[in-house]
């Protein structure tokens, strides 16, 4: 049965979905700020209990680990019951474990909170949150929309990292924690109040689609969430396509947040840098992460994203061999180019993926495929997190850590071009 939609009348400017796209982008940018606080906390804590860099990284590992694994189900579970009370509830779960993490004392207490709830919490928050919001909401400007939220993990780092740096250096972790804990209440209230489900909801369509234009209502389900999710997996891994995201995804993880951003500070404190100045360093490259995520949202609306994809992963792989050279006690001119360059590709592959993703699996499971393509990014990010803190124990240096990473950024090369290629799937 169709329904009888409109757009706001004309010469009204905004549209609610920009509204949705703001808070979405806000609680983005939030769980960003509770993962990149790990890389903080890792020397902090281990200094005050005696643990061991395996460990806090293993901790580190199930977190991120979990983060993947949730994003599919919650993806299924947003789909069911519209974003806006999973979200609020993830944040007011990340809230309160947040704030239990200051009374631990135990390792086991911390691989529950930061590792298992913490991970779980986030992952509803994961950029399926943000595909979902921007399929829902959008019918042009998706992929520039798909960009902004991708750089909200950038935007984290840049806006909170250097924050929650000062306060565990002066005032000590757990004051630290403290940020996270009214961050997460402040996005719970706001993604309450503001967030639409669809715009359905609000007897509009989304942004981009001509006044007057009628569509169908989406077909009630009584499918499980869980259901759904294995379903879908099951239909996707059909394809090579699938596999082919999924293998460059895990390497896409396992290059960003399981190396760079959960070991950047560790490596760099090793070669003599101070703590505070290499978090510095890793919001920077947040603020190059803004512009070139974005800019790869823009360009996904107009170029094959298999060729960026090659492009982004080749990238990538170059600046890992060359990141021994520039570490040192403090910042050279080589250091710099590696910020540059790492934060224009660090999230570019965002966008690419999700076209990809909605171009061979349609609008209507895409948004799940891609939660099974983020959980293997995430997984990647795992191991990748464990790999480097063993190789670091182990061998008290992380280059080896950084070649591997790199061979595999080269591997994701041929990965990316071995995709089939499809026509854009329109949205009606």
Known sequence: MAIDTRTPRTGQRWHPAWTVAAVTLGALVAAAAFRS???????????????????????????????????????????????????????????????ATTFMTAPWQLWLLWGFVIGIGTGAMALVFGAIVANRWFHTHRGLVMGVFSAANATGQLIFLPAIAWAAEHHGWRSAAYVTVGLALLMSLLIWLFLGDQPA??????????????????????????????????????SWAFWALVLTFWVCGWSTNGLIQTHFIPAAHDHGMAQTTAAGLLALVGIFDVLGTVASGWLT???????????????????????????????????????????LDWVATVPP???????????????MVFGWVFCAH???????????????????????????????????????????????????
């Open 37 to 99: 606080s790990t890389g903080v906390l890792i020397e902090p804590i281990e200094s005050e209990f005696g643990w061991t860099r395996a460990t806090t990284s293993g901790a580190v590992s199930l977190n991120l680990v979990l983060y993947g694994l949730a994003a599919p189900f919650a993806a299924a579970v947003m789909e069911r019951f519209g974003p806006r009370r999973v979200v609020t509830l993830s944040l007011l779960l990340v809230g309160l474990a947040s704030l």
């Open 201 to 238: 909801d609000r007897g509009m369509l989304p942004y981009g689609v001509a006044e007057g234009y009628a569509v169908e209502a989406p077909p009630a389900t009584t499918e499980s969430p869980a259901r759904a999710a294995i379903r879908v997996l099951r239909q996707s891994s059909r």
């Open 301 to 343: 609306d107009r170029m094959d994203s298999r060729v960026l994809l090659a492009i982004y992963y080749g990238g990538r792989g170059l600046s890992l061999l060359a990141i021994d050279a520039v570490l040192a006690p403090h910042v050279e001119p080589g250091m710099w180019v590696f910020i540059v360059f790492y934060g």
């Open 353 to 367: 993926t999700v076209a990809l993703c909605r171009q061979h699996f349609g609008i209507k499971d895409s948004g």
């Open 378 to 428: 995430m997984v990647g990010a795992g191991i990748g997190a464990s790999i480097a803190g063993w190789i670091r124990t182990a061998s008290g240096s992380y280059h080896s850590a950084w070649l591997l990473a790199a061979a595999l950024c080269f591997i994701s090369v041929g990965l990316a071009l071995s995709i089939r290629k499809r026509p854009m799937t329109v949205a009606t």
